[in-house]
Structure formats: structure tokens, C-alpha cells
């Protein structure tokens, strides 16, 4: 299986690259994507076909979950359940942006996109090209770190595709995604605790969480 790379604008993507990538999706294949914080992976998290190609290809371990991208609070809230005031505080002030977070899932998420952990990563990315392929197919996506499980994520569509040619379906080369990528949050105990520290740090998070 070769994989085909499309140019496109990242700030305002054409909406042809858009349709050919939500095509790819919807029959179950995977697409890299930019966004504010590195390329993702993108694939339908209710075909569990896709999903598991998607462990295959990244050759990650299938009892860590695979994280979603959102395009708004309503849809975060219909895939997570028993969301605190944390939760809301942070998403209000840091999404669309480099921030994902780790909360309890609803049974509506297949248990296999969370590693059999009942728990979900959940993002909403500051990316036209990711957002507008959400809104194509009406929900939820699997936006995973585009890179081969242990390596770095990659910050080119040329770089992702060299490197993940035959192991996935399509890129869309927006150009360089620079910085630290996202920063990664579990807000699922008691106290909140740091699982990635990214382009947000920690400090940051625990003045908004007013933690002294």
C-alpha cells in the first residue's frame, strides 16, 4: 500500500483535500494531519478495523488509548463522563490549543480506542485542516502523535511521509509544525497530575487550577 501526500494551505485548507481525507476516513484508513502541536494520525475511532490498524501502524502497545480530537465542549462532553470543574476550568481557557485531557469515558467510546482502560485523552486542536475534516464526518476522531511508537512525532508532512510511507494512507503536507507539542493532563483522580509537559506547563495549569 503506498501512500499519497497532498500539499495544502494549513491555515485555510482546501476543501477538496478536505473531502478526499474525510473519504479516506470514512473507509477506514488513516490520514496525517497538521496541527498547532505537531502532526496527528487521524482515523475513525467507531471502526474498530481502523483502530486497530492504527496500533499496528504506530506498532503501539493496544493497552494505551489512542487520543481523540473534538471540535467543540458539547462533543467532549458526550464522549466523557463525570466531568469536574477541572475539567471545565481548563478546556475553557487552554482548547482550542495544545492541551489534552485525560478523563473517565462514556460507554459510548468502543473499549478497545481506550486501551481497555475506560479512560480517553481528549483534545481540541487549534487546526482548520483537523477541524474541518471533524465537521466532515459529523464526530470524533482518533488524533494520535504521527510517528512510529518510541520515536519522535514528526513536525513535516514530508518528514511523516518518509518515515510512515506504506503504514498509512495519506498525509496533508501543511508545512512545518513547529514547537514542543501538546501538553498532557490526567484529570481523572483526585489530584490532577502531569502525564507530558508540552507547549503548556505545568505551572501554567496549576495557576488556572489555583493549586498553591
Known amino acids: 500500500m503506498a501512500t499519497d501526500l497532498i500539499e495544502i494551505n494549513s491555515e485555510n485548507p482546501e476543501p477538496a483535500a478536505i473531502a478526499r481525507a474525510a473519504e479516506e476516513i470514512s473507509r477506514g484508513r488513516i490520514v496525517g494531519v497538521?496541527?498547532?502541536?505537531?502532526?496527528?494520525?487521524?482515523?475513525?475511532?467507531?471502526?474498530?478495523?481502523?483502530?486497530?490498524?492504527v496500533y499496528a501502524s504506530k506498532g503501539r502497545d493496544t493497552l494505551r488509548s489512542l487520543p481523540l480530537a473534538i471540535s467543540d465542549l458539547l462533543m467532549a462532553e458526550d464522549l466523557g463522563?463525570?466531568?469536574?470543574?477541572?475539567?471545565?476550568i481548563l478546556a475553557r481557557h487552554f482548547w482550542p490549543g495544545p492541551l489534552t485531557m485525560i478523563v473517565p469515558a462514556s460507554a459510548k467510546v468502543p473499549l478497545k480506542v481506550t486501551g481497555n482502560t475506560g479512560r480517553l485523552a481528549l483534545r481540541q486542536a487549534k487546526s482548520p485542516a483537523l477541524n474541518a475534516i471533524i465537521e466532515k464526518i459529523g464526530h470524533a476522531l482518533i488524533a494520535t502523535s504521527a510517528n512510529i511508537s518510541g520515536e519522535p512525532t514528526l513536525c513535516s508532512g514530508i518528514e511523516l511521509f518518509a518515515a510512515m510511507d506504506g503504514r498509512i494512507d495519506l498525509v496533508l503536507e501543511g508545512?512545518?509544525?513547529?514547537?514542543?507539542?501538546?501538553?498532557?493532563?490526567?484529570?481523572?483522580?483526585?489530584?490532577?497530575?502531569?502525564?507530558?509537559?508540552?507547549?503548556?506547563?505545568?505551572?501554567?495549569?496549576?495557576?488556572?487550577?489555583?493549586?498553591r
Open 34 to 53: 497538521p496541527t498547532d502541536a505537531l502532526y496527528v494520525l487521524v482515523a475513525d475511532p467507531l471502526n474498530l478495523q481502523a483502530v486497530g490498524r
Open 81 to 88: 463522563k463525570d466531568l469536574d470543574s477541572r475539567f471545565y
Open 175 to 211: 508545512g512545518l509544525c513547529a514547537g514542543p507539542g501538546p501538553t498532557t493532563i490526567d484529570v481523572t483522580e483526585p489530584y490532577w497530575r502531569v502525564i507530558k509537559e508540552g507547549a503548556i506547563s505545568e505551572k501554567e495549569i496549576a495557576e488556572r487550577l489555583q493549586v
